[in-house]
């Protein structure tokens, strides 16, 4: 079954450090996409990355990039040089085949991101 | 980007009411919108698939009586929550998806609705 596991309920990092949030995922389809999205206190959802199965390049936004290891099923986020407005909930999310024609996406517990000044 | 907009973003509601919101991709087709539950601290639980000129599919151990969706053109959804009562107070959030919809294709939300039922 397809499955998001976030296995950092928590994480704190310095002001311009870098911090990595680990995303590992579960399916049996060999196509898929993974997302992840920000979601700060005021609970809107923001987009920040993507990473296709068959992407061969990890994915990088700016401040933001997917460690991706495809072998080991993990999509593991970066952000480099940690901002104040980055303390925020993180939620890795997954979309296959298996998620029918509606495509809808599974997703992970999320972490709670908090940059200390 | 696409914009998905979610009204009202907050709303307080006396028990046994009914409560209405709405959900409207801006400057996209959507023929399908995903409606979502938020507690507080914890992750998105997909409560709906709202399909547009058919019957919404729900998830499993949602009330389909008590959470009412509509989608009545490929830009509009709403979510009825009937009877409210107390324990229905939560982070209601909904998603839509521009056609044609690939496995990269991005998911846009609409801003929220806090609903408090007192």
């Known amino acids: 079954a397809q499955k998001i596991t976030q296995t950092q309920p928590g994480m704190f990092v310095q002001e311009k450090e870098a911090v990595t949030l680990d995303c590992t995922y579960d399916?049996?389809?060999?196509?898929?996409?993974l997302f992840w999205y920000k979601q700060p206190s005021s609970g809107e959802m923001i987009f920040l990355i993507y990473?296709?199965?068959?992407d061969e390049q990890n994915a990088t936004e700016g401040r933001y990039s997917l460690n991706f290891q495809k072998a080991r099923k993990s999509a593991n986020l970066v952000i480099s040089a940690s901002q104040l407005g980055d303390s925020a909930m993180y939620f890795c999310a997954m979309r296959d085949h298996n998620a029918g024609n509606n495509r809808k996406l599974i997703w992970g517990l999320g972490t709670s991101l908090a940059v200390n000044p | 980007g696409a914009v998905v907009s979610q009204h009202p973003s907050w709303v307080i509601c006396k028990s046994g009411t009914s409560v209405k919101i709405e959900c409207r991709s801006l400057d996209f087709q959507a023929t399908t919108m995903f409606w979502y539950r938020q507690f507080p601290k914890q992750s998105l639980m997909l409560m709906a698939t709202?399909?547009?000129?058919?019957?919404?599919?729900?998830e499993q151990g949602v009330e389909k009586d008590k959470f009412l969706i509509n989608h009545a053109s490929l830009t509009l959804s709403t979510l009825t929550v009937t009877s409210a009562h107390p324990e229905d107070s939560s982070f209601y959030i909904c998603?839509?998806?521009?056609?044609?919809?690939?496995?990269?294709?991005?998911?846009?939300f609409g801003q929220g609705t806090r609903l408090t039922v007192v």
């Open positions: 399916t049996s389809d060999q196509s898929y996409g």
């Open positions: 709202s399909n547009e000129g058919s019957k919404a599919t729900y």
């Open positions: 990473q296709g199965s068959y």
């Open positions: 998603s839509a998806t521009p056609v044609p919809q690939g496995l990269n294709t991005e998911a846009f």
